[in-house]
């Protein structure tokens, strides 16, 4: 509660007052078994600022917990289960200088991956869940460096980052950095505008010895009430498929559903969810949703999301 208080300081004091603050926040209900309980799953702090025609500035300050259960720990050969740090803290996810020229739009600072987003946007709903690359830890969200993108023809966008590699969470430690390349044809989010896309993703460390590189190829379509997206993304020796479908049943009600397979090492972990979103007003979403995965056990959630 301090830091969150220092936090809202920072906000009133610290920026100047012709920027624009806004703020998400995710939390949820969950019932497993004979278990339940409410969770708070993150509150992000946005502020951004027009500098100029072609330069824009913005930072996103990060509220979650540090980790989210209980760990074994086994000493000469008795194990026991213990409870984890879980308290929230805050992280700095984004202090973004983006400027446009007519080379394209250039981001400099803490700046969002190319990676995940047009893939994310897709989804939809990063209230109920992570992408499907972000929930499985196959990217970094966030991560300080340089990038460059443009459109180069037409619909066609390009993009290349320059990272440390170890996301917004940790430093530098390893002194390797990553390089990042992105190409997407189409709309880049069909969660707010009608399209289709068709994209890749390629990212590896820039070192020789046992790099760990990323590839990703996603397709996207939204037309009428219908939302379709699918990907197939490979790490290493890891593949991971998602598909997902949203179906709005008009306009305060959306149906959807979502389906990954992670195969790993000749194992493959399945993971299903389905549900409905309901739009309510002033910024409210509700979802009530079931999740499957390979344990055979049911998970059902309450899921909300509320806008400022």
């Known amino acids: 509660m301090k830091n969150i208080i220092i936090l809202f300081s920072m906000f009133t004091i610290g920026f100047p007052y012709n920027g624009s603050i806004t703020g998400i926040t995710y939390f949820d209900y969950t019932r497993e078994n004979e278990a339940s309980a409410f969770n708070f799953q993150r509150q992000y702090f946005n502020y951004g600022i027009q500098m100029s025609d072609n330069t824009k500035f913005k930072v996103v300050f990060d509220v979650g917990r540090i980790s989210n259960g209980t760990v074994e720990s086994c000493t000469d050969g008795e194990c026991e289960e213990h409870l984890e740090d879980t308290r929230l803290v805050v992280f700095l996810k984004k202090a973004q200088l983006d400027y446009r020229s007519s080379w394209g739009k250039t981001s400099l ?6 990676t995940y987003g047009v893939q994310e ?9 992570k992408s499907a690359m972000d929930k499985n830890k196959f990217v970094k969200t966030a991560d300080l460096g340089i990038g460059l993108s443009k459109n180069i023809i037409g619909s066609l966008n390009v993009g290349i980052q320059y990272l440390n590699g170890e996301g917004y969470k940790a430093p530098e430690l390893n002194y390797i950095q990553k ?3 992105n190409a997407n044809y189409g709309e880049m989010n069909l969660s707010k505008n009608s399209g289709f896309n068709l994209g ?4 590896t460390d820039l070192t020789e010895n046992s790099p760990v590189s990323l590839f990703s190829i996603y397709t996207g379509l939204s037309i009428k009430k219908i939302r379709f997206g699918t990907e197939f993304d ?5 593949e991971l498929t998602s598909i997902y479908l949203n ?4 306009r305060l009600i959306n149906l959807f559903s979502r389906y990954d397979v992670l195969d790993e090492d000749n194992k493959k972990d399945e993971y299903i969810i389905s549900g409905l979103v309901f739009n309510c007003e002033n910024g409210l979403l509700i ?5 499957k995965t390979n344990n055979d056990d049911l998970v ?3 899921n909300f999301q509320f806008k400022f």
């Open 109 to 114: 600072g803490m700046i969002g991956t190319n």
């Open 234 to 238: 490979i790490l290493d020796d890891k």
């Open 121 to 129: 946007k897709t989804w939809g709903y990063r209230f109920i869940d």
């Open 287 to 291: 979802s009530p949703n079931i999740r």
């Open 179 to 181: 390089l990042s390349l």
């Open 247 to 250: 179906y709005n049943l008009n």
């Open 300 to 302: 059902y959630k309450l």
């Open 200 to 203: 890749i993703v390629y990212s």
